[in-house]
């Protein structure tokens, strides 16, 4: 895995090259090349013997992650520790007791799966919460409400029924006159009195 080196880094990928062509090609000592590029002669070996079996791709950062991991705990027993936690909301050291392995393996399992604490895990569903995650703080969520059903005043005839509804439109009515001219009034008074006739 190739990635930047850190500022403070005495050898980089290119001088690292340098280093070992001047042993490789030129035949310097490992001693004399350390000194030039104030390194240890070990280190000065280590990088002339990449660069002898890989090339120029021997310089670059290598990951330090191992490629084996014999003691890795098994899918399986990971399944059944998540599966424990979910469905019984068990701590590592009830779990622990119940398979039979150590607590802090448990504990280890539950933090890289992200359910080591349970305020992360859902009291109903036992899954883990889903949240919103933003790319910087303050951040807004924007929410569109929809008014699907046309509701008019007084509520809808499935609710309080068609008697009802007209008395309650009538009501509401005469209330809803925002203040302005004298023909706004009359005409408003004059639909709610329609409205309690019947037509």
Not at 34 to 40: C, L, P, Q, Y
Not at 99 to 124: E, F, K, M, Q, W
Not at 129 to 138: A, I, K, Q, V
């Amino acid at each position: 895995m190739s990635h930047a080196t850190h500022f403070n880094a005495v050898l980089t990928p290119r001088t690292r090259l340098r280093l070992a062509r001047l042993i490789v090609e030129k035949r310097w000592t490992y001693a004399a090349a350390a000194k030039m590029f104030m390194v240890s002669p070990r280190t000065a070996k280590k990088w002339a013997g990449r660069y002898r079996v890989d090339g120029v791709e021997g310089m670059k950062d290598r990951s330090s992650r191992p490629r084996t991991s014999p003691t890795k705990t098994p899918p399986q027993l990971v399944r059944r520790i998540i599966g424990l936690r979910w469905r019984h909301r068990l701590g590592p050291v009830q779990i622990a007791g119940r398979l039979g392995i150590a607590a802090s393996t448990v504990h280890a399992v539950l933090v890289r799966c992200r359910v080591n604490r349970l305020a992360h895990i859902d009291r109903v569903t036992g899954e883990p919460l889903r949240r919103y995650e933003h790319p910087h703080p303050g951040s807004l969520i924007h929410v569109d409400v929809t008014k699907f059903g046309n509701i008019p005043d007084g509520g809808g005839w499935r609710f309080v029924g068609i008697k009802q509804g007209k008395s309650n439109r009538a009501a509401t009515c005469l209330t809803k006159i925002p203040v302005g001219s004298c023909e706004v009034i009359l005409c408003r008074v004059f639909r709610c009195s329609q409205t309690l006739s019947g037509r």
